[in-house]
Every structure is written in structure tokens, then in C-alpha cells.
């Protein structure tokens, strides 16, 4: 049995990574001020591996508790995506980057660290020639900068890999409807339109659960992956918002999107991934994008608002 503290393990994704962590048998601490309000992992109270610490992530404190006697650390605690961040950018530079050095200052020798990062830090990429994790990171944003140099200190730390998550979808407890494909889905099953603007801006996606286990896959193989950062996607989903809707399309005919020139991506997304270095250690995404489209029309078959999104 291994002891791991999530901060922030009651988001989109440490609501998924908690769960599955336990099941392993492992001992499980979760540190999260539960900005949102969210009641994600009430099914995991009953397990007495599972602990909460109700704090924030950025007193010194609270954090240092919680490292004590932690085999893996993993920090998910952030402001995540251009709109929060814009709109509380003290927040996200205390969160996203300073939070992880003062991590970094406490943590004891033989701690692992596992970080997820970003692939927007890609920034406007190369449009139709694949990024590779020695393409240069080019962040555009404040949530791209932040995430990037905190990265850069993790690795720099030592015992420990980062992660380049593709952008998200699928079901999730704590759910966002905000991310991509969630979004387009939830228009596409509720209102049957949607105007999209820059069609032709490619993007690589990756089911929540597959980020979820890449974390679990990294434990298994920390060793030999260790000190390097990893593109973490599905391969098969490298593609543009049209493709996106079209693919969408094909589970819900009634679907009509059309494109017009209505705004523009405040990150200047528009790369495709090379997932190559981490497939190479046997890693591979399980779940299509058509099996999570399937999935979200069961989601927005129950939910019918806005209440679970981080916009």
C-alpha cells in the first residue's frame, strides 16, 4: 500500500483519480478548500483509507501536514482554463505556480511528484505539424504560463514526470461543462445548434478517465519515466472544431453548427499532439471519442444547467 495526498482531489480529475487510487488499495489523502462547492467523493468517505484535509493548498502550514508520511504527491489543485484564471489572475499565480514551489520546499527526500500539465503551453503551436515534448512552450495566457513554470520547477526538483494533458472530456463526479468537447456536446443535446469560430484550429482530446490512469500507469512505472515530461492524449482525436462537430453529428443527426467569425481562442490553440514518448512505455489511451460523446448524452440526459462548469 502506497500513501498519496491529491491537492485538490476533488475536481474534474482528482474525482475520478481518488476512486480508482483507493480501489488499487492504496491510502488516499485528499486536500482541497472545495471551491465549488462540490460533494464529489461522498462515496468515498466510507473507506477508511480515504482522509480529507478541508484547506488550501497555498498555507504552509496545512500543506506541510499533509506531505508528512506520503510516498506520491499529486498536485491537481489549480485554477484551470483562460476564463478562471483571467478572472482572478492573483489567484492563479498563487495556485498554479506558487503553490507548487512552496510544495517543492516541503517535501521530504524520496517523495515522488507527479504533475499535471498543459498542452495548451504549446501556445499557438504549429498549426498542422505535430508538438513534441521538444517543441518550444510558447503560452499565450496566464493559465498557460503558470502551468508551464510550474513544470519546469518540478522537474527541475527531481523524483518526479510531468504530464501534458490533451484537452479533457467525459463524465466526470465533479462534472465540467466547459471543456470542448463537454461543451459542444451539451449544446448539441440541448439547444441542437452551435456557432462555432476558428473551425479550422486543431486540438488533441483525451477521456478523463485515461488521465485519471495515466497517473496510476506512472506509479507503476515511475522509474523508468521519471525526470521527463510526457504528451498525454488520444492520437486517434487529433482534430479541428469542425471535425469535432462532425463527429458529434453523427450520434446526434439533429445537430446544426455552423462557423462565423464570432470570436476567437484567447489561447491560440491550434496544434496537433504527438503522443509518441509515452506510448512508446506501453501506455495507451482505452477510451474513443465516440464512446465519450455516448457517454455525455447520458450525462446531459440529467444534467440541465450551468452549475457544473468552471465558466
Known sequence: MLKFLITGGAGYIGSVLTPLLLNEGHDVTVLDRFYFNQASLLDCCPNPRFHIIRGDCRDENTLRKAVDGKDYIIPLAALVGFPLCEDDKVAAVTTNKDAINLLLSLRLPGQRVIFPCTNSGYGLGQGESFCTEGSPLEPISIYGRTKVEAEKAVLNAGDSLTFRFATLFGASPRMRTD???????YRAFNDRTAVIFEGHFNRNFLHIRDAAGAFIYAVQNFEKM?????????????????????KIKEHLPSFVY???????????????????????????????????????????????NKAYSNI
Open 258 to 304: 455552423v462557423e462565423a467569425p464570432v470570436g476567437e481562442d484567447p489561447d491560440k490553440r491550434n496544434y496537433i499532439i504527438s503522443n509518441e514518448r509515452l506510448e512508446k512505455t506501453g501506455w495507451e489511451a482505452k477510451h474513443s471519442l465516440d464512446e465519450g460523446i455516448e457517454e455525455l448524452i447520458k450525462v446531459y440526459s440529467i444534467i440541465k
Open 226 to 246: 521519471k525526470g521527463l515530461p510526457y504528451n498525454c492524449g488520444l492520437s486517434s482525436a487529433n482534430m479541428s472544431k469542425i471535425q469535432l462537430c462532425e
Open 179 to 185: 471543456l470542448m468537447v463537454n461543451d459542444f456536446v
